[in-house]
């Protein structure tokens, strides 16, 4: 049993020195020519464009459902005025950029995982390869391009619409006006606030994008396996998400110490 | 700019040598997949211009004999070489040089199943050629109508039968008028009729002459039609090659077994 432990460790360790050289290989190739830009646009509008109605409608949902819970609490010490901008801070700081990544980790990270799981076993990434096509560029390197051009406009699309579903649950109630509704929420947040938060996610879309398809082009076993893969894209992806999100807060703070106040 | 090679003379007069008469060369080549060995000291020729099959049972090392040609997957030991280029050691650009002479027909066509089969023969010509959409278009449904799919264009992959796919998948395969095609188990999955189409487009090839072909099969009676020179492959090793002829009339208990065996794919 100890032997049979030993070997999933060592199996568990290969394939994280495997996927880190994959990563690796494509952030070479991010940077070097030739870039295949005409697919990686394609792959902007498939990846990026096409998620963002879920981002728009969950972010309305966790805005109203934040806001709710915000004045719940605020309502005890009479600061009821507070609940744009603790709204907004709480969404661009960290709500924001964390459940856009793990939104697109399920969406994207399945798409990817079980696309390229499919290429691989029907033969369609050889067939590139034959074609002396770099299947690697041309798969692999325009989704992770994609990626992190796409998760920081969609996590800025994610922080307006929570900000919105905010407004639409503090009008409900108040009667608030847009106006004054999105001046009490600028009032706390500066650029400090939205940048370094919102760029993080670019680290995101990179993580979500080479997981994904590292799995993805390496898969095996035939349909099991693409199945296999595009479950591991996502459980992996977030799971790794939600560490880097940690190590990435930390930096924040430590370069941007106005962050954390 | 297309991807066939230059002729003879003007090969001589860009590098002073005479291009190869032999299209395909594998030298002692051995490969192993963990502790089962695939390819064992495999080395065959094939000459250019002609039509060569590498025959035998599901799970000899054929399509891995292929694979090594295009450079898909790399000898443990031994050389691979498609006109005078060493194959094996190529990467990159050299490598991409080479494909571009080499037409591939996979066993399932492999056809790229997010675009239309149009634009699946237009592919190679997009990335290899400065066409102009026009001019790829009206050459894509060219090669689609050579294989009977002139109406086939804007379909998508999933909408065709076996035997269309394959023969969309040749269409693509010639696309770039390659030098060398190489076929894997062109009537594998086909009823016998269809599978006689993709054979009878295969000798068109054959016969409108230029092409060398090789082609991985286990259908007897295609690869008697199809080649002019035939190897068998048994447990890795060549156990058997000549002509047809001489392999129907081989006294080897293992090639009579399987050369007199009723198997149509």
Do not use: W
């Not at chain 2, 060995?37 to 035998?56: C, P, Q, W």
């Not at chain 2, 790399?74 to 080479?98: H, I, M, Q, Y």
Request: aromatic content about 6%; charged content about 20%; some cysteine.
């Amino acid at each position: 049993m100890l032997d049979r432990a030993g070997r999933a460790v060592l199996e568990r360790l290969a394939m994280a020195g495997d996927a880190s050289l994959f990563a690796l290989r494509a952030t070479r190739a991010l940077v070097t020519p030739p870039f295949e830009v005409r697919e990686t646009v394609r792959q902007l509008y498939e990846l990026g464009l096409r998620s963002a109605p879920l981002i728009a409608v969950s972010g309305l949902a966790v805005g109203v459902v934040l806001s709710m819970h915000t004045r719940a609490s605020l309502e005890r010490f009479g600061a009821e005025s507070m609940i744009p901008a603790g709204l907004a801070i709480a969404l661009v700081r960290e709500t924001g950029p964390l459940t856009a990544g793990l939104l697109l980790s399920g969406r994207i990270g399945a798409g990817i995982g079980a696309e390229l799981g499919a290429m691989r076993v029907t033969e369609q990434i050889d067939a590139l390869e034959a074609t002396a096509v770099d299947a690697f560029r041309y798969l692999v390197v325009t989704r992770v391009a994609a990626c992190i051009v796409a998760l920081p406009i969609l996590t800025t699309l994610m922080n307006f619409a929570g900000m919105l579903g905010g407004f639409v649950a503090e009008t409900a109630i108040t009667g608030m006006t847009l106006t004054l509704y999105f001046e009490r929420a600028f009032s706390l947040i500066d650029m400090t606030d939205y940048i370094p938060a919102t760029l993080k996610t670019m680290v995101f879309g990179f993580v979500i994008a080479s997981v994904s398809s590292y799995l993805g082009y390496t898969t095996s076993s035939g349909t099991e396996g693409v199945g296999r893969a595009s479950t591991r894209a996502v459980v992996l992806s977030s799971i790794l998400l939600i560490v880097t999100n940690v190590v990435l807060v930390r930096l924040i703070f430590f370069f941007f110490p106005e962050a954390a106040g | 700019m297309t991807a066939r090679p230059a002729s003879a003379p003007q090969e001589r007069r860009r590098t002073g040598r005479t291009p190869s008469t032999v299209a395909v060369r594998l030298e002692h080549v051995s490969k192993s997949f963990g502790t089962r060995k695939v390819l064992d000291d495999v080395s065959l020729e094939v000459r250019t211009g002609t039509a060569f099959v590498i025959l035998g049972r599901s799970g000899t090392g054929k399509s891995v004999a292929l694979r090594h040609i295009v450079g898909l997957m790399r000898p443990d030991a031994g050389r691979v070489f498609v006109g005078d280029d060493e194959v094996n050691t190529l990467e990159g650009a050299e490598l991409s040089r080479v494909r571009k002479g080499i037409g591939f027909l996979f066993q399932n066509a492999a056809l790229f199943d997010s675009i239309t089969v149009g634009e699946n023969v237009a592919f190679p010509l997009r990335r290899h050629t400065r066409l102009k959409d026009a001019d790829i278009r009206a050459r894509a449904r060219e090669k689609l109508a050579a294989v009977g799919l002139a109406r086939e264009y804007d379909k998508m992959p999933a909408d065709l039968s076996g035997g269309m796919r394959k023969r969309a998948g040749l269409a693509r395969a010639l696309a770039l008028d390659p030098a060398l095609l190489l076929v894997d188990e062109p009537s594998a999955g086909l009823d016998p009729i269809t599978a006689d189409e993709i054979d009878q487009l295969l000798l068109d090839l054959k016969e409108g002459g230029g092409t060398t072909i090789v082609i991985v099969t286990h259908n007897i009676p295609s690869a008697r039609q199809l080649g002019d020179e035939l190897v068998m492959l048994h447990e890795g090793r060549i156990v058997a090659r000549g002509t047809p002829d001489d392999l129907a009339g081989s006294d080897d208990p293992l090639v009579m077994a399987f050369m007199t065996s009723h198997n149509t794919g």
